[in-house]
């Protein structure tokens, strides 16, 4: 069974500002089943990043994707307040732990 | 375009059971398998399998085996998830999720207590 392990936990950071998020896989993983989600609270989950560097349709160009193997990074560019939210890395269906991005 | 709309939300004591229906629209609904996710309070969602919707096959992931049942009725484009002898901790949000994850439904919360 893969585990993600996403970090940090918490990242602290100011609107404006790149924010880097990471996610490690326990064993190398296909990057064609890598995504990132984003989840504002009370919402569900909202695809981002699929094929660890795609973006979907509508998702803001600040929002990339990389990685390979066992070792992932969602990177957000520039900081608007609205991404001050929780991000999920996913390989085949499971999930890391979550990240949460705050002010 | 795209729509999954889910049941409402349920209170229900421990030892009953709970239906949740996905109900999808937009697109041939056996064109894509169904995807169910529990998202417990507080907590990271967990998948806990889909559905084959063209053969109504199941795959529940280790955790979710048992009381936990996948179906269709593929004449009203809708998919449903059944838990059975609930317990406190199946106490959470859960969501469907068609096979690509590009599109969710919006929750149902399953709360369960005395």
């Known amino acids: 069974e893969i585990v993600l392990t996403q970090s940090p936990g918490t990242l602290s950071l100011s609107p404006g500002e790149r924010a880097t998020l990471s996610c490690r896989a326990s064993?190398?993983?296909?990057?064609?089943?890598l995504a990132w989600y984003q989840q504002k609270p009370g919402q569900a989950p909202r695809l981002l990043i699929y094929g660890a560097s795609n973006r979907v349709t509508d998702i803001p160009d600040r929002f990339s994707g990389s990685g390979s193997g066992t070792d992932f990074t969602l990177t957000i560019s520039r900081l608007e307040p609205e991404d001050f939210v929780v991000y999920y890395c996913?390989?085949?269906?499971?999930f890391g732990q979550g990240t949460k991005l705050e002010i | 375009q795209v729509q999954l709309v889910q049941s409402g939300s349920v209170l229900k004591k421990p030892g009953a059971s709970v239906k949740v229906s996905c109900e999808a629209s937009g697109y041939s609904f056996t064109s894509h398998s169904m995807n169910w996710v529990r998202q417990a309070p507080g907590q990271g969602p967990e998948w806990m399998g889909w559905i084959d919707t063209n053969t109504g096959n199941p795959t529940y992931v280790p955790g979710f085996t048992g009381r936990f049942v996948f179906s269709l009725d593929t004449s009203a484009s809708t998919a449903y998830l059944e838990i059975h002898s609930l317990k406190a901790e199946d106490t959470a949000v859960y969501y469907c999720s068609r096979d690509r994850w590009d599109h969710w439904g919006q929750g149902t919360l399953v709360t369960v207590s005395s």
């Open positions: 996913q390989q085949s269906g499971t």
């Open positions: 064993q190398s993983v296909s990057s064609s089943y």
